[in-house]
Nanobody, 123 residues
Framework: QVQLVESGGGLVQAGGSLRLSCAASGRTFSTYVMGWFRQAPGKEREFVAA????????YYADSVKGRFTISRDRAKNTVYLQMNSLKPEDTAVYYC????????????????WGQGTQVTVSS
């Protein structure tokens, strides 16, 4: 089992940047595909980015490609989401998740979730 704790959210102006962190407990961090999802009010939770166990391959939603970067530090059991050129439509609660499966963009494929961190982008 793994526990996930996100941090780094906040209020930022459009065009600004934020870096989210997700600290994972447990010694099996490297066995999980790690993903970031987000959920805006009144909308379903949606895929943002994912990174493979080795960190060698990353996946992004089209809406964030070229602006967001996911990475993981296996020594620190932490996964990051660097968000640049933020837009008001990026406003949401961002969740970190861990999956033992190979499907990276599906909510139901993830076994563990963090509590979420709020990101608000003002225009």
């Amino acid at each position: 089992q793994v526990q996930l704790v996100e941090s780094g959210g906040g209020l930022v102006q459009a065009g600004g940047s934020l870096r989210l962190s997700c600290a994972a407990s447990g010694r099996t961090f490297s066995t999980y595909v790690m993903g970031w999802f987000r959920q805006a009010p009144g909308k379903e939770r949606e895929f943002v980015a994912a990174i493979t166990r080795s960190g060698g391959i990353t996946y992004y939603a089209d809406s964030v490609k070229g602006r967001f970067t996911i990475s993981r530090d296996r020594a620190k059991n932490t996964v990051y989401l660097q968000m640049n050129s933020l837009k008001p439509e990026d406003t949401a609660v961002y969740y970190c998740a861990a999956s033992l499966r190979s499907s990276y963009s599906v909510v139901s494929a993830y076994d563990y979730w963090g509590q979420g961190t709020q990101v608000t982008v003002s225009s």
